[in-house]
């Protein structure tokens, strides 16, 4: 089936699957931490956008109230808080370097078609669209997996675990038009109480190791030395 | 049902009582009375459920039946023990300086919101529930890892949230797949409720399930620590304050693998097939093996009996892969023994820290001269974990390996040979902790042990005769499990 054939709504879902999964990219690749969190901040505005549209589609009041939770927590709440510890810490004008730039990206898209692979066996049971939407969410977690491992910067790291976070979110909003009430509001409580334990952890951090590079520390060993 | 209730109810309202009191000088003993209420309802909510079979509630949110019920009151028992530990442990603590009021606070209140995460992932109907409490019990716990502020215990907990946040979110997208399979047959409302589920697990498309089940495997299996998902528990276990590594051993891993089987039966139902048990068999054996190993080059005597806890899981996981009746019964007593028995060492090991004021290996010997009680517990304790007769872990894995030599006759090598492994790495180490020279100037300490030798009578209780109502609840959970009476 061709897209010109879809519904609007799915052609949209499509496009909003698309621009996410770019997102993805463009924070794998992104070595300053500010613009990392504003491509983050993008991706929640994305998700806020797919979600209102499925609760318009649907006619599915709470839909709008989880599209609420996540411009509140995801577009606004943590890229603030985020940015306001890079600033704090001086920490804007740092350049990343990443090691292997290339491969890193080439990794990624390794990883995109994985995540097809192993979600393949769907389509015997539904529309190819549907595969598309739930490998694109299947890469987003993994790329944001694969973020968290290529940066040192415990903020960047934060970015990958909420970005992964999105990635969950995005599945149950075009899967299934959003989990039930309970444990949708559930997942939002969670995350907001990660972001603030998040944020005690990097008083703490800094407090202990006088930065945020994660790479420094490394006294807990698996066995003796 | 009210029972049922009332064990959510008592330690959310532990959590904002201590919040607000956790500072005040006889807390260790409100926190002992507030687990002992919470202990009350679940011996109440268990008689409930013996007289009447398994309750659902209204709106089928919760769910109690004969295979969670027994961990209810597991759970409620160890975490009571532990909080009579906790007490004059966490007093001595803030008198060596290591803690303040305000982390006291910190510590009470997430004791209970610990407490309460671990009743709601096994009470609730709810698969989506069940993670997001799954979720809560990380959040509650990150704090008391590191709690001492040492750049160790920083590192230990930050790796622990990150690898089990991680990890979880993977169970989160095998939920989102069990929903998207359990929406195309039916009712959008009951989607994730798992006894609506089991009925109609038949109508569910067994390969996204399959899919599902990987991811959850892979989520849930971060938090029981199975190996190479391991990382963060022994960290975890040896820089957090020592009751928090009782309950962590005792309680989350047991939580985490009741949330993988209950996600086999769906799986099985719609399967027809074992694929659910032989990756749980895969995994079960590889971290038993793995952990085994790594008992031998252990420092930290923290650090060795959580390696020994990724083992014990390993053997729960493999036994509920092998799945048949025998098996399943097995591994839930070894559920129980386990925790009875990891939780009375961690007591014990937490107490002989103390002691020799650290928690290195090489620096704590001589424990029977200087306090033979400590000395004694240590012993039994690791007598009793390594499989000995006459305690129950050698009962359950006796059944383990009947069970293998059953179904996989090929396995059961490996099963011994691990056992053996296991026990050289644990004796080489207790051995001259115990029975070695007393360092100069080792003075005792005041300790209180009852927690230790209830936790051992009990363990020794199930090893020698299982009374009568309990065997007949394993076997009633064994039927609910795996389809059959065990033998």
């Known amino acids: 089936m061709n897209i010109e054939q879809q519904d609007f709504y799915t052609q949209a879902i499509l496009s909003m699957a698309a621009l996410v999964g770019l997102t993805s990219f463009l924070m794998l690749g992104q070595g300053r931490l500010l613009r990392l969190i504003f491509v983050f901040a993008l991706q929640g505005l994305l998700l806020t956008l797919t979600t209102a549209l499925a609760a318009y589609s649907t006619n599915n009041h709470h839909l709008y109230i989880s599209a609420f939770l996540t411009?509140?927590?995801?577009?606004?709440?943590?890229?603030?808080?985020?940015?306001?510890?890079?600033?704090?810490?001086?920490?804007?004008?740092?350049?990343?370097?990443?090691k292997n730039n290339?491969?890193?990206?080439?990794?990624?898209?390794?990883?995109?078609?994985?995540?097809?692979?192993?979600?393949?066996?769907?389509?015997?049971?539904?529309?190819?669209?549907?595969?598309?939407?739930?490998?694109?969410?299947?890469?987003?977690?993994?790329?944001?997996?694969?973020?968290?491992?290529?940066?040192?910067?415990?903020?960047?790291?934060?970015?990958?675990?909420?970005?992964?976070?999105?990635?969950?979110?995005?599945?149950?909003?075009?899967?299934?038009?959003?989990?039930?009430?309970?444990?949708?509001?559930?997942?939002?409580?969670?995350?907001?109480?990660?972001?603030?334990?998040?944020?005690?952890?990097?008083?703490?951090?800094?407090?202990?190791?006088?930065?945020?590079?994660?790479?420094?520390?490394?006294?807990?060993?698996?066995?003796d030395q | 049902?009210?029972?049922?209730?009332?064990?959510?109810?008592?330690?959310?309202?532990?959590?904002?009582?201590?919040?607000?009191?956790?500072?005040?000088?006889?807390?260790?003993?409100?926190?002992?009375?507030?687990?002992?209420?919470?202990?009350?309802?679940?011996?109440?909510?268990?008689?409930?459920?013996?007289?009447?079979?398994?309750?659902?509630?209204?709106g089928k949110a919760l769910i109690v039946d004969s295979f969670n019920v027994y961990l209810i009151v597991l759970t409620a028992f160890i975490g009571l023990t532990t909080a009579i530990f906790s007490g004059p442990y966490m007093e001595h603590e803030k008198q060596r300086g290591k803690l303040t009021e305000k982390r006291l606070k910190v510590y009470y209140s997430m004791y209970q919101g610990f407490m309460l995460a671990m009743y709601l992932v096994l009470v609730t109907n709810n698969m989506g529930v069940m993670w997001v409490a799954m979720e809560g019990a990380t959040l509650a716990t990150v704090l008391l890892v590191s709690l001492y502020r040492t750049p160790e215990a920083i590192e230990a907990a930050w790796?622990?949230?990150?690898?089990?946040?991680?990890?979880?979110?993977?169970?989160?997208?095998g939920t989102i797949l069990l929903y998207y399979a359990a929406v195309q047959i039916g009712?959008?409302?009951?989607?994730?409720?798992?006894?609506?589920?089991?009925?109609?697990?038949?109508?569910?498309n067994p390969e996204i399930l399959k899919i599902a089940f990987v991811f959850m495997l892979i989520g849930y299996g971060t938090?029981?620590?199975?190996?190479?998902?391991?990382?963060?528990?022994?960290?975890?276990?040896s820089e957090g304050p020592t009751p928090m590594s009782a309950v962590l051993?005792?309680?989350?891993?047991?939580?985490?693998?009741?949330?993988?089987?209950?996600?086999?039966?769906?799986?099985?139902?719609?399967?027809?097939?074992?694929?659910?048990?032989?990756?749980?068999?895969v995994f079960g054996m590889l971290s038993f093996l793995v952990a085994a190993l790594f008992l031998h080059r252990q420092k930290d005597i923290k650090r060795l009996f959580s390696y020994s806890s990724i083992e014990h899981m390993g053997v729960m996981t493999f036994a509920f892969g092998i799945g048949g009746p025998l098996?399943?019964?097995?591994?839930?007593?070894?559920?129980?023994?386990?925790?009875?028995?990891?939780?009375?060492?961690?007591?014990?090991?937490?107490?002989?820290?103390?002691?020799?004021?650290?928690?290195?290996?090489?620096?704590?010997?001589?424990?029977?001269?200087?306090?033979?009680?400590?000395?004694?517990?240590?012993?039994?304790?690791?007598?009793?974990?390594?499989?000995?007769?006459?305690?129950?872990?050698?009962?359950?894995?006796?059944?383990?390996?009947?069970?293998?030599?059953?179904?996989?006759?090929?396995?059961?090598?490996?099963?011994?040979?691990?056992?053996?492994?296991?026990?050289?790495?644990?004796?080489?180490h207790i051995q001259p902790i115990v029975y070695g020279e007393q360092p100069e100037g080792q003075l005792p300490i005041e300790v209180n042990l009852w927690p230790v030798m209830i936790h051992l009578a009990l363990v020794l209780w199930l090893g020698l005769a299982i009374p009568d109502f309990l065997a007949n609840w394993f076997s009633k959970a064994t039927l609910l499990i795996s389809g059959s009476m065990p033998l």
Request: glycine residues 8%; contains cysteine.
């Open chain 2, 159 to 173: 790796k622990y949230f990150i690898l089990c946040g991680v990890g979880i979110a993977q169970a989160l997208f």
């Open chain 2, 187 to 204: 009712d959008a409302d009951y989607a994730l409720s798992w006894s609506v589920l089991l009925d109609n697990a038949g109508k569910l």
């Open chain 2, 327 to 428: 098996a399943t019964f097995a591994a839930l007593l070894h559920m129980t023994a386990h925790s009875l028995t990891k939780s009375a060492i961690f007591v014990t090991v937490g107490h002989a820290a103390q002691l020799a004021g650290t928690q290195s290996m090489e620096h704590i010997r001589g424990l029977i001269k200087t306090q033979p009680k400590i000395g004694w517990g240590l012993l039994l304790g690791t007598v009793a974990i390594a499989g000995f007769p006459p305690f129950g872990v050698f009962t359950s894995e006796f059944l383990v390996l009947v069970a293998t030599m059953h179904s996989y006759p090929w396995l059961a090598p490996l099963l011994l040979l691990g056992i053996g492994i296991a026990f050289a790495g644990l004796f080489r």
């Open chain 2, 1 to 58: 049902m009210i029972a049922a209730y009332l064990v959510l109810l008592i330690p959310a309202i532990g959590i904002v009582f201590f919040a607000l009191n956790g500072h005040t000088q006889n807390c260790g003993r409100l926190n002992t009375r507030f687990n002992a209420l919470t202990l009350a309802a679940t011996v109440w909510l268990a008689l409930n459920v013996l007289n009447n079979g398994t309750l659902l509630s209204a």
């Open chain 2, 249 to 281: 051993s005792g309680l989350l891993l047991n939580d985490a693998l009741y949330a993988v089987v209950r996600s086999k039966m769906l799986v099985d139902g719609a399967t027809q097939s074992n694929i659910a048990g032989l990756l749980m068999m």
């Open chain 1, 71 to 98: 411009l509140v927590l995801k577009v606004m709440f943590i890229p603030w808080m985020l940015r306001r510890q890079v600033l704090a810490m001086n920490m804007h004008r740092d350049v990343e370097a990443l």
């Open chain 1, 102 to 223: 290339t491969a890193l990206m080439l990794t990624g898209a390794s990883l995109m078609v994985f995540s097809y692979y192993v979600l393949h066996p769907i389509v015997l049971t539904s529309s190819a669209i549907m595969l598309n939407a739930l490998a694109v969410s299947l890469s987003v977690v993994l790329l944001g997996m694969l973020l968290m491992i290529s940066h040192r910067q415990a903020v960047a790291h934060v970015v990958g675990f909420m970005s992964i976070e999105n990635g969950l979110f995005f599945a149950a909003i075009v899967a299934t038009k959003g989990m039930p009430m309970v444990v949708e509001l559930g997942v939002a409580f969670d995350v907001l109480v990660a972001a603030v334990l998040f944020g005690i952890f990097f008083f703490h951090i800094r407090a202990s190791i006088d930065s945020l590079d994660v790479d420094r520390m490394n006294r807990l060993h698996e066995v």
């Open chain 2, 223 to 237: 938090k029981i620590g199975l190996v190479p998902l391991h990382n963060w528990l022994p960290d975890a276990h």
